[in-house]
């Protein structure tokens, strides 16, 4: 079982940042594959990046690509997405799945997610 907690979330202006974090709760990230997905208002919930438990390896969504930034902190133990140049459009509620399997990751059918966490831009 793994257990995925969000932070981070909150209120900025378009064109600022925030970053999001995600932690595994009593175990490491190893041997999974880990991502940010989000749901905007009235929509479905979609992709937004993956990495893989090294660290090596990241996939955005062309929506986010050049102004989302994700990273794996072995350390700290968890998974950050640094959301820059903000928009109206990324409000959503963010959350972060896991995955052992990266095909299931990316379709969103992990068998981990956190909570969310709500991020709100204003223009």
């Known amino acids: 079982q793994v257990q995925l907690v969000e932070s981070g979330g909150g209120l900025v202006q378009a064109g600022g940042s925030l970053r999001l974090s995600c932690t595994a709760a009593?175990?490491?990230?190893?041997?999974?594959?880990i991502g940010w997905f989000r749901q905007r208002p009235g929509e479905e919930r979609e992709f937004v990046a993956h990495?893989?438990?090294?660290?090596?390896?990241?996939f955005y969504a062309d929506s986010v690509k050049g102004r989302f930034v994700i990273s794996l902190d072995n350390v700290k133990n968890t998974v950050d997405l640094e959301m820059n140049s903000l928009k109206p459009e990324d409000t959503a509620i963010y959350s972060c799945?896991?995955?052992?399997?990266?095909?299931?990751?990316?379709?969103?059918?992990?068998?981990?997610w956190g909570q969310g966490t709500h991020v709100i831009v204003s223009s």
């Open positions: 799945a896991a995955d052992r399997s990266s095909v299931l990751l990316r379709r969103g059918e992990s068998d981990y």
């Open positions: 009593g175990r490491t990230f190893s041997g999974l594959h």
């Open positions: 990495i893989t438990w090294s660290g090596d390896y990241t």
